[in-house]
């Protein structure tokens, strides 16, 4: 069971759990974007056994009605194990995500049908496979599936060209990842400057589809005065258990829809330890709720 002081974070152990979590968002007008935790499998059986949960998944917020997506790591579903695993167990999912018995979902693909399918982005030798995959997708499906983009890579500002002439949406991120130096910003100045840069340019040249995955309050007002001034469509994505005062006021403005990303599963104490590490104000919480204060 997940202690009370990491359900903060995580929305439970099971899809059932989570699906519920979704419910109570989405009466607050958040969607949600559910993520099975687990990554870097080695051995084929855990990557198709989480790939068959995402497939279960899409399948189930489809008969449930939520407004939900999915979002997937690719080394979850194979990728350290080979490119052709990863790439076999993604098409399942979108497949999944598009047939039939996963049409009726409120979240909806260009021809109105489908669950929505985001690829995660990993570390800097992942990028290229995971976009070339996620162009295949975008074009096979036409734009129900998404991936993200990480600031922080010096590359990202030309990957954005390209991604800006496909269907889909893209998910901007600082990135998560401790990169080389040679090819990625260390300062987290230049990182936010690259940020800001990347996400004019999506504003600018793509249709819609642009995704905020950011807390950071200069981001979120940056991407509202760009919405002024192109009216480009976009979303603002965040975790769970971080500024979620601020999830349900942005979702009461006119302008951007909101999402949660919401991991859940068994594989809960490693991400729970990450975040409680990346803040202080998350450990002191961490901290109260242990000493029962
Ligand atoms: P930061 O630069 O960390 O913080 C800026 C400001 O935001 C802070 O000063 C504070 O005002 C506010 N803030 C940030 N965190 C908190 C907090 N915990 N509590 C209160 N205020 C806070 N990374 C990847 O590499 N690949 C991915 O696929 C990926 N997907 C993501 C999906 C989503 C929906 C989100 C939100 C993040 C994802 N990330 C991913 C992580 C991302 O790269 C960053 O590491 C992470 O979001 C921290 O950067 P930030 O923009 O939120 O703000």
Redesign the pocket.
Known sequence: MIPPIASNFVAGESPEAALAHVEGLNDRGVAG?LNLLGEHYEERPPADADADAYVDLVEAIAERGVDACVSVKSSQIGLDIGDDVFEENLARIVEAANAPAATGSAETGADGTGTFVWI??EDHETTDVTLDAFERHAVETDGNVGV?V?ANLKRTRDDLERLADLPGKV?L?????DEPAEISYKK?ARVDESYRDCLAYMFEAFDDGVAV?????A?IEYAKELYAEHETTYEV???TG??ESAQFELAAEDDVKVYQ?IPYGSKWFSYFYRRIRE?K??ALFALRAIVGN
């Open positions: 974007i995660d982005m993200c990480q998910r991120v600082k990135g998560a990842y987290k995955g950011s807390h950071d309050p981001m994505q965040m975790l971080v500024r990303y803040r104000s998350n």
